[in-house]
């Protein structure tokens, strides 16, 4: 079983940046695909970013793309996703996600979940 734990939600204005932090335990964190996910209100959860267990491919929503940046640091156990040139859109609770594998970067292969921390984007 694995525990996931995000931190560095908040109310930022348009064009600000943030950057979000997932802790894992439980698990040999360094062994799976870490990911990023969203949902905003009254819409599906939608997949924002991943990153395979050595950190050397990523892949990201073309919404976020040059703007969103996904990290990890194996030795803390933490994955990271910078957010720059928020928008309004990019309201929503966001979740980080595990994966089954380390290499499997597909949305549909992520089966961890965190509780999720709250960005808002204000104008």
């Known amino acids: 079983q694995v525990q996931l734990v995000e931190s560095g939600g908040g109310l930022v204005q348009a064009g600000g940046s943030l950057r979000l932090s997932c802790s894992a335990s439980?698990?040999?964190?360094?062994?799976?695909?870490m990911g990023w996910f969203r949902q905003a209100p009254g819409k599906e959860r939608e997949f924002v970013a991943g990153?395979?267990?050595?950190?050397?491919?990523?892949n990201y929503a073309d919404s976020v793309t040059g703007r969103f940046t996904i990290s990890r640091d194996n030795a803390k156990n933490t994955v990271y996703l910078q957010m720059n040139g928020l928008k309004r859109e990019d309201t929503a609770v966001y979740y980080c996600?595990?994966?089954?594998?380390?290499?499997?970067?597909?949305?549909?292969?992520?089966?961890?979940w965190g509780q999720g921390t709250q960005v808002t984007v204000s104008s």
């Open positions: 996600a595990g994966g089954n594998t380390g290499w499997d970067l597909d949305k549909s292969a992520y089966i961890y």
């Open positions: 439980g698990r040999t964190f360094s062994s799976f695909a």
């Open positions: 990153i395979n267990w050595t950190g050397d491919r990523r």
